[in-house]
């Protein structure tokens, strides 16, 4: 598998607008891009440090993954995101490692990504995204 760079961090937040406003005013960030991703039943917005982005998740419904994350642990750090070069084969090998997934094969994120979830009981307790940006080649 090849690992290009971290691509962002996700973060749980339960008020969008308030965390855009934290990240805007403390840090001098600038939030560039706020999308919903309806079949994840989350609102994301994005900001750039550097090379990698901090994601932004405000669930949609308190039954989605972010709902339910936020219900059971509490705002903060959800998830790390790696860049792949091929998605589909990095799956293959994580998996072919003993590695539990998520998703066995792509679906599509924020910002057009294709993505995969690790299960954070086969990564030492961090829920790991995998990501291939297939519009960047």
Do not use: W
Not at 27 to 48: I, N, S
Not at 53 to 61: A, F
Not at 63 to 88: D, Q, R
């Amino acid at each position: 598998m090849e690992l290009t760079h971290i691509e962002h961090i996700g973060i749980a937040v339960k008020n969008l607008d308030a965390a855009i406003s934290y990240y805007e005013s403390v840090f001098g960030l600038r939030c560039y891009a706020v999308e919903e991703v309806k079949e994840q039943k989350v609102k994301t917005a994005f900001f750039m440090v550097g090379q990698t982005k901090i994601e932004l998740l405000e669930s949609t419904d308190a039954e989605g993954p972010i709902g339910k994350f936020i219900e059971k642990k509490g705002e903060g750090i959800h998830h790390l995101a790696f860049a792949v070069k091929n998605l589909e084969n990095a799956l293959e090998e994580t998996e072919s490692k003993g590695i539990q997934l998520i998703d066995k094969l792509p679906r599509k994120g924020a910002e057009g990504l294709d993505i995969a979830f690790l299960h954070p009981k086969s990564t030492f307790g961090v829920l790991t995204e995998l990501c291939e940006n297939k519009n960047n080649k």
